[in-house]
């Protein structure tokens, strides 16, 4: 059997000369997934998938990775990933589910939710740093991914703008911990506010440092969390106004897909 000729793509291509070159071997709905959130330590793993369309409606001026833009560019973007993706799909993972299953384990199932719920199916996924299993679909790991594919780039965007909202919320519930300001990422300031009030439901007991100031640090990491509180929300995802809904955009979620096997550009099977 012949080999399909070796696709090479140049960084100094752009952001879109991954795509380009997918769309071009006959991949035209390519597929990005990224996440916000895995080193904070408290508040809810976000991941978020989205295709752009072909051509120029796809280019989005000033797209990029999102901890590289402004929150004011961040939120620009979005509304313009929003406006012209073919589809999108957020998916909210809450603290008390990181802390029971693991973050990684979390992570990917994230995104491969979100990527089931695309209401375009896409031909090839691009994922952020990690491949993704359970797909039926060709796909591909980048590093640094959200610098490297604008799919991946809007994929973040919506996974950060989605994780912002969402601690400033956090931070009306739960004031005195600076939410809005650090977004659950471990700064000095949020360092002092768990010595001084201890955690809150919405903190990630697994964490080292969330376990050294709620006493329970000697437990190990999935059994930390008291069984007493609230109970968390369930997982949501969200619309483009950022308003709640059962499900991203309306769209019914696939049946989980079987476990698919990674493609590499050239055609062959990892």
Avoid at 83 to 98: D, S, W
Avoid at 187 to 203: F, I, M, N
Wanted: aromatic share 6%; charged share 25%.
């Amino acid at each position: 059997m012949l080999t399909p000729p070796r696709t090479v793509v140049r960084r100094e291509g752009g952001l879109y000369a991954l795509e380009r070159a997918l769309q071009r071997r006959g991949f035209r709905h390519v597929a990005g997934a990224d996440e916000a959130g895995r080193g904070a330590c408290a508040g809810p793993l976000v991941a978020a998938a989205a295709v752009l369309p072909e051509g120029r409606r796809g280019e989005i001026d000033g797209l990029a990775d999102s901890k590289l833009l402004t929150p004011a560019s961040r939120e620009r973007v979005y509304e313009e990933v929003v406006a012209r993706a073919l589809a999108y799909a957020v998916v909210i993972i809450p603290a008390e589910e990181v802390d029971a299953r693991g973050l990684h384990v979390c992570n990917l199932a994230a995104m491969r939710r979100a990527l089931a719920s695309l209401t375009t199916r896409p031909e090839y996924v691009l994922t952020d740093g990690f491949g993704v299993d359970g797909l039926d679909v060709p796909g591909l790991a980048v590093w640094k991914g959200d610098r490297v594919a604008a799919c991946v780039a809007a994929a973040s965007v919506l996974a950060k703008v989605t994780r912002d909202r969402l601690m400033v919320e956090l931070d009306g519930q739960y004031p005195g911990y600076g939410f809005a300001e650090h977004k659950g990422y471990i700064t000095p300031e949020h360092s002092e506010a768990l010595r001084e009030h201890g955690p809150c439901v919405e903190h990630r007991f697994s964490y080292v440092n969330v376990a050294a100031v709620s006493g329970r640090a000697g437990r190990p990491p999935r059994s930390r969390r008291p069984a007493v509180g609230p109970a968390p929300e369930p997982m949501e995802r969200f619309d483009a106004s950022g308003g709640t809904v059962g499900v991203a955009l309306g769209e019914q979620p696939r049946p989980p897909a079987p476990v698919g096997e990674d493609v590499v550009m050239e055609g062959g099977v990892r």
